[in-house]
């Protein structure tokens, strides 16, 4: 007597069921897997459902059936199999083989679930480490490089004040301030890439952000696009660092030219922007609330669903190698999550690129920034603690010219000690924030117990400290990234000491 047979029962399983004989051929599947693929079931019976497994991984996919029938054992398949609206899935095949009631082997039985998004997930996932490690290592180079850069600058700025140069050799230093002064923006973009810049971040009108950079934008574009404005009236402020918010609008305007070789059309969005559950869900990483939103949206030719995906990969892109691949996207993408932001983009091929960036909503009142100081000279005494000989020296030796009294330090253990035999005023710290044992933070924190008029400057070619544990500045406090011009250390110094610091003597 036979046992009865099974296999009505998986008609009504929420899972794709099927079943072969010893002969390998296909002798039932359930009624999941029929509305899956959208096919008879005489179709599918054989090797008919077969014909549904993607191309690119036929080959394989049979390979391994065939094996684990020869060797009679349980065996797990991925691949990809065509819906009836003609998509691709990815599906995990899950197989044993099964016994007649004599125990003789009767063949297989295999469930089938669809894990195209358990896949797209690792995948991001990978992406993620992937970019996290890379970004350690750009941050790691940028913030040694920034130091190099930093005395490159300042040696050259020395030199060219030397009213006995030649031409000739002006236009050598000339040159050599612009090639440091191009890899001076590659380091701040690989710090944007890798979220180690320090950011300054104040309360802004992104209307009015966006409308001062239009001319800017007309001049990167070219006269071939058109740059069109569909600003929000009444926008709520939001927090950002102005520069870094206007470095994001600018790379994406020179994204945008370069997806319309042949002209078009560029848009400039804001909007205010109510982020519900359901809008959060088709966002990873888009959290509810309430946000401020600006889209550039151009009118080229759009990118495919495979180039789409890696946008914001750094030196990835779909365009041919000659036309270059950077970190432009990617110090974007950088910069937006560093300033708690989120960054989306919507492509369609031959129909344009949308990006759209939320920024939160901030409760501040608006802030009106102040002016630089022209005056570049001063008086006061300043404790300057780098660890860098070099930068130490070309700094102590600029502020003095300027007319500062300058006490010099390497490092904070020398830096208390001298501030502690010091009889008069120290009226500001300029410090690294990365200081060998003790950070810079931690150094202006001790001084300002017996100093409490002290004011601080903090530089650095990145946030790897205690500065920023977010990566964003306090209000009020004052900092120079690093490589900077003398004159614009100069500025800086001028701008936090103010105009009477020797007042205080």
Known sequence: MSAPDPRPAYSGLPVMIWTAGPDRRSDYFNERWLEFTGRRLEDELGWGWAERVHPDDFENAIAAYHQAFEERRPFDLEYRLQRADGEYRWVL????????????FAGYIGCCTDITERRALEQRVKRIERADAIAQLAGGVAHD??????????????????????VEARGDLAQIQHAADRAAGLTRRLLAFSRRQVLAPRVLDLNRVASGLVSAIRGIVGSRIEVVQSLAPRLDPVLADPGQLEEVLLQLSRNARDAMPDGGVLELRTAPAQVDAALAARHAGLAPGSYVSFTVRDTGGGMEPTTLEHAFDPFYSGKPASEGAGLGLASVYGIVKQSGGYIAVESVPARGTTFTVYLRRSESAIEVAGGDPTELVGTGTVLLVEDEDQLRELGRRVLERAGYTVLAAVDAESAAAIADRHPGHIHLLITDTALPRTSGRELA????????????LYVSGSSDD?????????PGTEFLEKPFSLDGLLRKVRQVMGASAAAAE
């Open 445 to 456: 924190a001790r001084l300002g117990i017996h100093r409490p008029a002290i004011k601080v």
């Open 145 to 166: 490089f920034n130091n190099l850069l930093t005395g490159i600058l300042g040696h050259v700025s020395l030199l060219l004040e030397d009213e006995s140069l030649s």
């Open 93 to 104: 095949d899950t197989a044993a083989p099964r016994a007649a009631a004599d125990g003789s």
């Open 466 to 474: 205690a500065v920023a544990r977010h990566r964003m500045l306090e």
